[in-house]
């Protein structure tokens, strides 16, 4: 059973541009063969069943946990009384090969860190966990590499050769 890498996507402050530069990547790397999961966090509570549905009154009946499959689609709900710890969540997968973890900023994995100009150049990845910048400005005081926050295929390449262990020579999509 191979264990996925793990790549964490933080930034210091909210709308800074995280989900977009995940939806530009995912893509990219998926088209280069990858089996690609994303996990969200999440600070506040959230709903993905609607009322009245029957997912809904079966995880509202009592059920701990409830699974909705479709033809094309699988949720769980789960109830927690906690967060749930990243692996507990990642340790249940072993046919992906990267996990993208947006805003889980106290895992010890690998972080590229999201910075905008406009709303702060302060990073606040440790350096043991940084692996790279993806900003809007290159005028940043880093020993890691920085990567235009739009230039994704650059920054798959680099994924790929860091955590995917697969060397890639000019790869354009």
Known sequence: MKKASILSIISRESNTGKTTFIQG?????????YKIMTL?????????DYKNTDSYKHFNSGAVRTVLV??????????????????????????IDLIIAEG???INEPTIEIIR???????????KNLIAIAADTDDLKTTAPIYN??????????????????????ITG
């Not at 990547?25 to 063969?33: F, S």
């Not at 927690?80 to 072993?94: A, F, P």
């Not at 100009?117 to 350096?127: A, C, G, H, L, Y």
Request: glycine content about 2%; some cysteine.
């Open 149 to 170: 926050l739009n230039d994704y295929c650059r920054i798959c390449d680099f994924i790929e050769n860091t955590l995917l262990n697969r060397k890639v020579l000019n």
């Open 25 to 33: 990547i995912v893509p990219k790397l998926t088209r280069r063969g």
């Open 117 to 127: 100009e406009s709303i702060t150049k302060k990073i606040i990845t440790s350096r």
């Open 70 to 95: 479709g033809p094309q689609k699988c949720a769980v709900i789960e109830q927690t009384n906690r967060h749930k710890e990243i692996y507990e969540i990642v340790n249940s997968y072993n046919d």
């Open 104 to 106: 889980f900023r106290n």
């Open 40 to 48: 969200k966090y999440s600070c506040y509570d959230f709903n993905i």
